[in-house]
């Protein structure tokens, strides 16, 4: 599956490892390197290696991206615009004006219905390939030029020289580069196939199940993806590879996670006092997401198997109260939590929170980031057993941090931290449980893939009097009357957040922005109301404590970079403005905007700047139009495809040659379901009809958390 191909990615060393690979690597002659074929030279080997092929049996997995219908011929009576077709017949005039840039061909061509023009931009010497009275067979769309129907440049291939053979049937297109044309490409990858000899070749999907879901064999499948008869057989083998990638994946991380799970983890008491004075103690009822989430969390605690959770929820659905109660228990069972964030504000932010709760229940509670003073003594006091909860930055997992019992990490944000420093903190104890929370939605079928071995907690709702931010883009000439209206909703208590972007350059951050504006209109147009500046090249102590004056509205506006993006949560701002919005992404637009509309006040999200570009226009409607996190992540999977989320890359996940996360959400839960099937059957893999498949999930389970 994963062959990482073309990009010049560090893991292509793994190529052909994947599932798809599988299917031909019982058969040796498709191991040879492509030049092993008639007429590959080493320069056509070269541009092979480009699109991640390298060897026979690479041809056969490089699909085509479409086909080309050639099953009829359209008679010149029966054309019509915008079609693409397919004709026979003979040239009767031919005309070139030539042009040193650009020479215009024109011919005319006759079948016994009729005539229709041809024209050619920018192609030579097509006068002597195709004089007057030549039969040949033609493939193009139809335009209008100058009125008349006409064949924009067409294909061809002279009648009775393989004409025929070249114009039949469905045609494969294939993704390629500069300099090898489809007509190379198909040439050899039907010599690929004629290296099978007939063997045939053999996927990974049991047999049982390929019956259930009718799948074609594989080897059928693999010509008909090429070579089909009708472009149903075509797409019906493409859902069948991807559907065996799918099965293949999720049969490894359903496999991995089993392997992890059989260790023995702490079996939590979830019915300890602190727990109950924490419900009791509550400011709010939990929503019913929230609830659901704290039953699921809590019966994965109590057993003894180690919770491998992760927990979705927009921005605002209030995780953090979720963690507290996970956290309770922890400490209900003698054990020590340790809750990680990704930036120290955030960290700091859910100390106090965390403080305030839980402190007042008993609960020692300390924090750990890079710059937070006294870190020796808090180390000491956290392998002690002094503090019960520590929560932290990326410090947490220093080697120089040890626990005395963790019974659980929870690691916020969990999209920020890479799979190995998460791993590394769920390492510091004997099997804790685990965790993780997520505010970036990503679509079901990428959480799916990246995270399919853990559990998958949702909270689908908002607290209640929750309303949608209301978001538009903001002309420049409207900008004075956005300053008044920021300095009136200020004397009326609500708080602003003013965000500007980073300029990077090469490696220096730029901060001129926000400083810039924050000085120029805090001694203009926003003089009269309180104001601070906030950014990631700031002393923590000041960080924190510029947090602390907004969170107490003490501060009006609070003029930033993104660092605000992840977690900051200051209920009295109601403003949000963000200057040239179109150079943030769609998902950290929508976790800036999730800063306000953290009440039942109505909030507002202010976008600045005109997009560069038409991607960066829809970006900023899709934000104005959607207000759910999931609506926003399938819209963001769509503009930008499943390459560029977070931790998609480094997976490989890219890389599926049939699959598409987007259009086969659908067979990706089919394959998830089966997968969970097989293994509940055949929990090692050990069955001669899964056999292929456990070899396949136990090479993809090494490139997957
Ligand atoms: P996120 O899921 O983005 O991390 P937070 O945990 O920061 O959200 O919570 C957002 C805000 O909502 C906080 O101010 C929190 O106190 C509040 N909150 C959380 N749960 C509820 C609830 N059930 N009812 C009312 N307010 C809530
Ligand atoms: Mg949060």
């Not at 019966?299 to 003894?304: E, L, S």
């Not at 520590?390 to 963790?406: K, M, P, W």
């Not at 977690?567 to 949000?576: E, H, K, R």
Request: a neutral charge; proline letters at 6%; charged letters at 25%.
């Amino acid at each position: 599956v994963f062959f990482w191909s073309s990009l010049a990615h560090p893991a292509r060393r793994y190529r052909g490892c994947g599932a798809t690979s599988m299917i031909y690597d019982h058969i040796p002659a498709l191991a040879a390197p492509v030049t092993s074929l008639r007429g590959m030279g080493p320069k056509r080997a070269a541009l092979l290696e480009k699109l991640g092929v390298e060897t026979v049996g690479d041809l056969l997995l490089h699909f085509p991206r479409r086909h080309e219908d050639h099953r009829v011929r359209t008679a010149i009576a029966d054309l019509a615009e915008g079609v693409d077709v397919t004709l026979e017949g003979t040239v009767t005039e031919m005309d070139v004006r030539p042009s040193r840039r650009q020479p215009v061909t024109t011919a005319v061509i006759e079948d016994a219905s009729g005539s229709v023009g041809a024209v050619w931009f920018g192609r030579r010497g097509l006068a002597r390939q195709l004089p007057p009275g030549v039969a040949a067979v033609f493939a193009g769309r139809v335009g209008r030029y100058r009125d008349e129907l006409v064949l924009q440049n067409p294909d061809f291939a002279l009648s009775g020289n393989g004409a025929e053979a070249e114009f039949s049937g469905l045609r494969p297109v294939y993704p390629t580069v500069d300099g090898l044309s489809q007509r190379q490409l198909r040439g050899f990858i039907a010599a690929a196939f004629e290296t099978l000899d007939g063997t045939p070749c053999q996927g990974l999907t049991p047999a049982d199940l390929e019956a259930r879901h009718g799948w074609p064999p594989a080897g059928e499948a693999l010509r008909a993806i090429h070579w089909p008869d009708a472009p149903e057989a075509a797409e019906h083998a493409r859902a069948r590879f991807a559907y065996e990638e799918f099965l293949a994946l999720q049969a490894a991380v359903l496999w991995g996670r089993a392997g992890r799970r059989s260790g023995a983890g702490v079996a939590h008491n979830t019915q300890g006092p602190l727990l109950e004075a924490l419900r009791i103690s509550l400011p709010f009822t939990l929503t019913p997401g929230q609830q659901r989430a704290v039953d699921a969390i809590l019966a994965d605690m109590a057993a003894p198997a180690p919770m491998m959770r992760l927990l979705q929820g927009d921005v605002g659905s209030g995780k953090t109260a979720v963690a507290l109660h996970a956290i309770a228990a922890a400490l209900d069972s003698g054990r020590q939590a340790a809750l990680m964030a990704p930036t120290e504000a955030l960290a700091d932010q859910h100390a106090l929170t965390i403080k305030k709760t839980l402190e007042t229940l008993g609960a020692r509670v300390a924090l750990l980031t890079g710059s937070a003073p006294g870190g020796a003594a808090v180390r000491r006091a956290v392998a002690d057993g002094q503090v019960n909860v520590i929560v932290g930055t990326q410090a947490l997992i220093q080697d120089t941090v040890d626990f005395e019992s963790l019974g659980l990490v929870i690691v916020d944000e969990q999209h920020r931290f890479g799979v190995a420093q998460r791993a590394r903190l769920g390492a510091k104890g004997p099997a804790p449980d685990l965790l993780h929370m997520t505010a970036t939605p990503i679509p079901r079928s990428l959480t799916l893939t990246l995270y399919g071995g853990m559990d998958l907690t949702v909270i689908p709702d908002l607290p209640p009097g929750r309303l949608p931010v209301k978001t538009a883009r903001a002309p420049a000439h409207k900008e004075e009357d956005l300053h008044r209206y920021i300095v009136e909703q200020a004397q009326a208590g609500k708080q602003t957040y003013y965000v500007c972007p980073l300029i990077e350059e090469s490696d220096v951050r730029d901060l001129g922005a926000v400083t810039e504006r924050y000085e120029s209109l805090t001694r203009g147009p926003l003089r009269s109301v309180p104001a601070a500046l906030l950014h990631g090249r700031m002393a923590s102590a000041v960080k924190e404590e510029t947090l602390r004056a907004f969170r107490e509205g003490r501060i009006s506006v609070l003029f930033s970079t993104s660092v605000v993006e992840v977690g900051i949560d200051a209920p009295g701002a109601a403003i949000m403005v963000i200057e040239d919005a179109a150079s943030f992404g769609l998902s950290q637009l929508h976790q800036l905007r999730g800063r306000v509309g953290r009440s039942d006040r109505q909030a507002y999200c202010f976008l600045l700047g005109t997009p560069a570009t038409e991607e960066g226009k829809e970006r900023l409607d899709a934000l104005c139009r959607h207000h759910s996190g999931f609506d926003i992540a399938e819209a963001d999977l769509r503009l930008r495809g499943p390459g560029e989320f977070a931790g998609v890359r480094q997976t490989g996940l890219t890389g599926f040659r049939a699959a598409d996360l987007v259009r086969d959400a659908e067979l990706l839960e089919t394959a998830r379901h089966d997968a969970r099937e097989i293994l509940a059957r055949d929990p090692r893999l050990r069955e001669a009809a899964h056999a292929r498949l456990g070899e396949a999930a136990e090479r993809l389970a090494a490139f997957n958390p």
